[in-house]
């Protein structure tokens, strides 16, 4: 049973009542930061489906599915370290469940700080530039401001 990051919505339940109930069932997760009706959790496909199936909490969470493949999301497993490192370091991290409607800029990786090695496109938002990254199409983050010194291209 191989584990993977799948994207799972909530619907009508918030992150919180669900949290404890996944942590006393084992499973390794992850809520973002103000984001209600999204969690990350970390399993096999089965025993997630066998956690939905059996859920004596009646807690009910849903996949999350590709509009392309029509297959649950499946997060890599560098997209989503990066995605909980930028949370985790960033005092206010820009996290949003739309895709941003902004032009994509250069792709950059960055030099060096608390985010050093993280890549992702620069954008600009809330009148100063930030450096955007997607999780698995679902989710995305935006760091606070970089100086352009601490970036670099990457072609």
Not at 57 to 85: C, D, K, Q, W
Not at 103 to 115: M, T
Not at 121 to 148: C, E, F, H, Q
Request: aromatic letters at 10%; hydrophobic letters at 45%.
């Amino acid at each position: 049973m191989d584990k993977q990051w799948y994207a799972m919505n909530l619907r009508y339940l918030r992150a919180e009542k669900l949290a404890p109930v996944l942590k006393s069932s084992g499973f390794e997760f992850f809520v973002p930061p103000k984001v209600t009706n999204i969690v990350f959790i970390h399993s096999s496909r089965e025993l997630i489906d066998d956690f939905r199936t059996f859920n004596v909490y009646g807690l009910r969470t849903f996949y999350m599915y590709s509009r392309t493949t029509l297959n649950p999301i499946i997060v890599r497993p560098a997209e989503m370290e990066m995605f909980i490192h930028i949370c985790s370091v960033c005092d206010l991290p820009i996290v949003m469940t739309e895709r941003p409607k902004v032009k994509l800029g250069d792709r950059v990786r960055v030099k060096e700080g608390p985010l050093a090695g993280l890549e992702g496109n620069v954008v600009r938002m809330r009148k100063s530039k930030r450096v955007l990254i997607g999780v698995g199409d679902v989710i995305w983050a935006a760091t606070a401001y970089i100086p352009p010194e601490q970036l670099e291209i990457i072609e």
